[in-house]
């Protein structure tokens, strides 16, 4: 994907931008820009690498002084929407870090961030001074535009993907909770998935802060409860008791009340990197009163060194009758990812009931030879 993305950037793309640049700004060398901006080692640079590129080769050809050469990208940013134009905003963080330009270059983020996202550039700006950024934050935080209240969010996730870390909120995550607190019951949907990944991120760290806090928001309305559900989804795959009641599942101990018999099977039992196998599972549950139950099966990877490392894959989360005979299959690949990379070995696999694990098989991956 990351390979695709960065092939949008290439020269059409680069004279389409410095064409914008130069109708208002009769100075711009557009031949020199583009040539700049595609210089070796340009057919090697990833992504982000790209990015800073465009954004380095910008303030070479742009005016010198910081302000004016926003006022450029002031006067064609309403053309300029979407990812490609993240460039725009790490100008800010590149450019316009020094005290002078603090004020401005805030009034540039928010600007910026309606047309593509400032979520990245305004970090550099959280690690030099929390308190401040995070005093605007808060501003933000009541915007009448839906794309500036997500930044407030958004832009202090403590584990941001592709996001520059924010170790001083892994530590205490207390000015992130009150930023927070003024989006909880955000109209926007966009906004409230990103509230919901940051207490999840702070999860990782905190989860007694979140569990809290999921507590004490709980019931005040239905926006907020759908984030405290999706910002406790890692405390609930980990199966804490505490978040499991809040959230009306039957806890760990309780599963032995409720299950009567639990089946895994997997077929076949010995494949090859790359190829599939079938898990089937059946659950039974125990006559009585309806019961919330979260089914997952866990898989006991096999890793470079020989140790082992659960993964979990969710295979349904609902609401169940006493009695009810739940059954169900799912093919599992064992194919290689960017993110996970398979080893051949003795590996098992787990069928779990709200984190317990009610049944087990066994599964032994070959190398592909």
């Known amino acids: 994907m990351a390979e695709a993305l960065k092939a949008m950037y290439n020269k059409e793309f680069f004279r389409r931008f410095g064409e914008k640049v130069h109708a208002v700004y009769d100075a711009f060398d557009m031949e020199g820009f583009v040539a700049a901006a595609m210089n070796e080692p340009w057919d090697v640079l990833e992504l982000k690498a790209r990015m800073r590129r465009i954004?380095?080769?910008?303030?070479?050809?742009?005016?010198?002084?910081?302000?004016?050469?926003?006022?450029?990208l002031f006067a064609i940013d309403e053309t300029c929407i979407g990812f490609p134009f993240l460039f725009f905003p790490d100008f800010v963080a590149l450019y316009g870090q020094e005290e002078e330009h603090w004020e401005l270059s805030m009034k540039a983020l928010e600007r910026f961030t309606q047309k593509s996202s400032s979520e990245f550039a305004i970090r550099p700006f959280l690690l030099s001074d929390p308190e401040r950024v995070m005093c605007q934050m808060r501003i933000w935080s009541r915007h009448q535009n839906e794309h500036v209240r997500r930044l407030a969010s958004e832009g202090c996730r403590p584990r941001l993907p592709w996001g520059v870390s924010l170790p001083m909120f892994k530590r205490d995550p207390t000015l992130v909770?009150?930023?927070?607190?003024?989006?909880?019951?955000?109209?926007?949907?966009?906004v409230?998935?990103?509230?919901?990944?940051?207490?999840?991120?702070?999860?990782?760290?905190?989860?007694?802060?979140?569990?809290?806090?999921?507590?004490?928001?709980?019931?005040?309305?239905?926006h907020t409860d759908w984030i405290i559900r999706q910002g406790c989804r890692t405390l609930i795959r980990k199966a804490d008791p505490e978040v499991l009641e809040l959230f009306g599942y039957a806890t760990p101990n309780d599963v032995s009340l409720i299950e009567a018999c639990a089946s895994l099977s997997v077929l076949p039992s010995m494949v090859a990197i790359g190829e599939r196998c079938e898990l089937k599972y059946e659950i039974c549950i125990r006559e009585g009163d309806p019961?919330?139950?979260?089914?997952?099966?866990?898989?006991?990877?096999?890793?470079a060194r020989g140790h082992t490392s659960r993964k979990l894959f969710l295979l349904s989360d609902k609401t169940v009758s006493g009695g009810t005979r739940l059954t169900g299959t799912r093919t599992h690949k064992w194919s290689n990812l960017t993110t996970r990379r398979h080893y051949p070995g003795e590996h098992r696999i787990a069928l779990l009931v709200n984190g317990r694990e009610v049944a087990n098989a066994g599964l032994k991956l070959c190398s592909l030879e």
């Open 291 to 303: 019961v919330h139950i979260r089914i997952e099966y866990g898989i006991d990877f096999v890793k």
């Open 55 to 72: 954004t380095e080769t910008l303030g070479t050809y742009l005016p010198i002084r910081y302000e004016e050469a926003l006022n450029v």
């Open 192 to 222: 409230r998935k990103s509230v919901a990944n940051n207490l999840n991120d702070i999860a990782k760290d905190h989860p007694s802060v979140v569990f809290v806090t999921a507590r004490r928001w709980k019931g005040v309305c239905p």
């Open 177 to 190: 909770i009150a930023v927070l607190e003024q989006l909880k019951a955000d109209p926007s949907l966009y």
